[in-house]
Structure formats: structure tokens, C-alpha cells
């Protein structure tokens, strides 16, 4: 059983009435205190407030009959969601949406006509007032200090999220239990044939595929940086490679042994607790023929994207390979994004930070002996992926429930 203290695991369940939404969960104030907690900022919600107006008149009508192909958003508390756009931004928009301030038939369509219309002018800005970027720390939240991923705060980090509970994560997943986006067959228009029928099936080709381009076979020595839930070690060991696998989560080690005790392959695979930072060479210190991450370079953070590049390098057999696979963002986003804190930072992935294709070539370049020798992108497989995720997951809202998991953590997922 996980610790109380992580957030949204409840006791209990307070209820109050809401003449807009009917019966809605109130925040639990120790676990969720901005959520639970409204703040004043009067003035700066009356400016979030015409905002609101204006961006709702172009994208979202906030009232009367559904338009077709318009998401519809739906104000309850106007008057909290103003307050914490005021004080927030937009981790004070998630947070209102957490609360029950609003709400919305079509969560994706709606986020995502949001996400276009302020990058949209967010593009325009940045073209007009290129020069006062260096402004931006002065008006984005930073990273606390907390969330640095030193070795101490990236195991708490890593806590917050993956070793919420094994069970909640099985809920949702399908059962090669792989957390990251899958490779799918694709449709005559070109798109991913995504079902979860053949699920699992395109997360053990997107394995292959990686296995394949990194040349592991019998007798390779394979390091995976991020282990996981051990899907990837366990197909790389049923090919007959020697499998040394390291994460930071405490769930995840104790699932992935023994998954791979019950897979066959445990006398090929060796799963450590252990900090990529602190990885000692096995095999006489020979190095590995290939060197596996799958989607754990977000977690990393700015500060340590070289030492975990020179780490690659360092591990890594002369003539091995290094497969990578990671969640990207165009250059220019990255370049204003990367040291801003966000609501996805501040509820789901504390620490993270999504790199560029760019920035990782000029890491490679930078802190490496390595070269980029093949680089394959599939994000419309991702999009595939988290939908069949979240589909899973508002399926599974009773057992999420019955894991002692609350309502605000439940919209907040």
C-alpha cells in the first residue's frame, strides 16, 4: 500500500451542493491546498475575467445549446476560476478545473482550441517581441526548489508519480504494463489504427523496433536506463542478451522482478535501484553494446541533460549503439518553455522538462563521442496512445475509486 501522504489518496470524501453542478467532491485541504483553497487577487481576476470573456466568444460559448464541432465550456464558479487565473495563470486554469470551477463535454477539443489559439499568439508576440524575452522569469512561476532533480529530489520526484500504486497503473495500461507511446499499424488514411484490441501488440513492435535498431541479439550486453515496468528487459533477454536495468521507483523495481521471474528470463536480468548518475559498469567494466532509455530523458531536467548525455557516452562499448526515445517539442517553444513551471510539473510530473530534437543533437555533439546516426518520429502514435489511456482510465473511475484514490485526484488524471 502507497503512503498516505501522496496526493489524492483519501480517507473520505467531503460533498457539497452546487446549485450548477449538482453533488461535487470538496478538495481535501492536506492534500490538494491550492485546489481546496481559493485565492483573493480582486484585481487580477477582474483582468483574468475579461480574458476569459474574450477567449470563450472565440472558442467556447460559455452557455446556451451545443454547437456542432465547438466545445462547449461550462462555468460553475466564474468568479473562483477569475481569482485563481489571477493569481495562477494557467496552473491557476488547471486547478479550477480540479475544483469543479468548470467544466466541458470535450475535454481534449477544448484543450486543445485553447492550446492553439495562445500558441497562436503566443508565435505573434514572440515574432513582435523578440527582444524582451529575458522578461519571462519576471512573469512565470519557476521551479521550486524542491523539484530539483538532484539525486534526493529526483527519487521524490519519481515518488510522486510512478510509485503512486502498481494497481492504478495496471488499470489503465494494457498488459505488457509499458508506460510510453506505442507504434501502430496504420489505417489507408495513413493514421494509426489504434484500438485496444491490438494494443499490447503495438507496444511490443515499438520494443522491437528499438531492439532492432540497436543491434540486440544473443550475447549483447544491454544497460535500460528507466526500467519501467520491465516489458523492454524482458524482450531484450528473451533474445538472449545479458540485461542490466536501473530505475528509481521502488514499485516499479519490486513489479518489474517479479515479472521477469515469471517471464523466464530472471537469471538474464538484473534490476537495480539505482540513479543513472550513479551506474556502475558491469561485465569487467567493458561497457555495454547498447544502451536503452524509453521516454525517461523528461524526468532528467535542463541542469542535468549534459551529465546524463556524457552517461550514455561513458557506458557505452566502443562500436555499441544507443537507442533513445523520447517525448520532443518544436526548438522555440522548448527555448521558452524549459525553465517555466507548469501545472503538468506542479500535479502530474514534478521535475519534468521536454527537450527538442535540436537540443539533443547539440548535446550528442556537445557531450558525447556519439553521432545521430537515424532519427524516427511518430507522434501521431502518441496521440493514439494517451487516448486509449485516458478511454481506460475514466472506464476504470470505479476501481481508481476503490483504490482509495479521490475525486480531485480522479479529474486531475
Not at 475544483?99 to 505573434?124: K, Q
Not at 495500461?173 to 501488440?201: I, K, Q, V
Not at 561513458?314 to 562500436?319: D, I
Request: charged share 25%; with cysteine.
Amino acid at each position: 500500500m502507497i503512503s498516505s501522504s501522496i496526493p489524492g489518496r483519501a480517507a473520505r470524501e467531503d460533498i457539497a451542493e452546487d446549485g450548477a453542478m449538482g453533488r461535487t467532491a470538496v478538495a481535501d485541504r492536506k492534500r490538494w491546498p491550492d485546489v481546496a483553497t481559493v485565492p483573493r487577487a480582486r484585481l487580477r481576476a477582474a483582468v483574468a475575467a475579461v480574458l476569459v470573456r474574450r477567449v470563450a466568444a472565440r472558442l467556447a460559448p460559455p452557455a446556451g445549446p451545443s454547437i456542432p464541432g465547438v466545445p462547449m465550456l461550462r462555468l460553475h464558479r466564474p468568479g473562483d476560476l477569475h481569482r485563481r487565473l489571477g493569481a495562477r495563470g494557467l496552473i491557476g486554469f488547471g486547478e479550477a478545473y480540479q475544483a469543479g470551477d468548470w467544466d466541458t463535454d470535450d475535454l481534449v477539443a477544448l484543450l486543445s482550441a485553447f492550446a492553439t489559439a495562445l500558441l497562436n499568439r503566443r508565435l505573434r508576440l514572440i515574432g513582435r517581441l523578440r527582444h524582451l524575452a529575458w522578461l519571462r522569469p519576471l512573469y512565470g512561476a519557476r521551479l521550486p526548489r524542491a523539484e530539483e532533480n538532484t539525486l534526493a529530489g529526483s527519487r521524490n520526484n519519481i515518488r510522486h508519480h510512478y510509485d503512486l500504486s502498481n494497481e492504478l497503473f495496471a488499470l489503465f495500461l494494457d498488459e505488457t504494463m509499458t508506460y510510453s507511446a506505442a507504434l501502430f499499424d496504420l489505417d489507408p488514411a495513413g493514421r494509426p489504427a489504434a484500438t485496444w484490441a491490438n494494443f499490447a501488440e503495438a507496444q511490443r513492435r515499438k520494443i522491437d523496433r528499438l531492439l532492432d535498431r540497436t543491434g540486440v541479439g544473443a550475447g549483447t550486453r544491454v544497460l535500460e536506463i528507466g526500467t519501467g515496468w520491465g516489458e523492454l528487459a524482458i524482450r531484450a533477454a528473451r533474445r538472449g542478451a545479458r540485461v542490466h536495468t536501473i530505475t528509481i521507483s521502488a514499485e516499479q523495481h519490486a513489479l518489474a522482478v517479479r515479472r521477469a521471474a515469471a517471464a523466464g528470463v530472471a537469471d538474464r536480468i538484473t534490476v537495480d535501484l539505482c540513479d543513472y548518475r550513479q551506474i556502475k559498469p558491469r561485465h569487467g567494466g567493458e561497457g555495454y553494446d547498447a544502451v536503452l532509455s524509453v521516454e525517461m530523458i523528461e524526468a532528467v531536467g535542463e541542469r542535468y541533460w549534459p551529465a546524463y548525455f556524457a552517461t550514455l557516452d561513458r557506458l557505452l562499448a566502443p562500436g555499441g549503439r544507443v537507442g533513445l526515445q523520447a517525448i520532443t517539442m518544436p526548438h522555440d517553444r522548448m527555448r521558452t518553455a524549459r525553465r517555466t513551471y507548469t501545472w503538468i510539473q506542479k500535479y502530474i510530473f514534478p521535475g519534468g522538462v521536454i527537450l527538442s530534437a535540436e537540443a539533443i543533437d547539440h548535446l550528442v555533439a556537445e557531450h558525447t563521442h556519439l553521432r545521430v546516426r537515424e532519427s524516427y518520429a511518430f507522434g501521431s502514435h502518441y496521440a493514439a496512445t494517451l487516448r486509449l489511456w485516458r478511454e481506460r482510465f475514466t472506464e476504470q473511475a470505479e476501481a481508481v475509486a476503490a483504490l482509495g484514490f479521490d475525486q480531485t485526484f480522479r479529474r486531475t488524471w
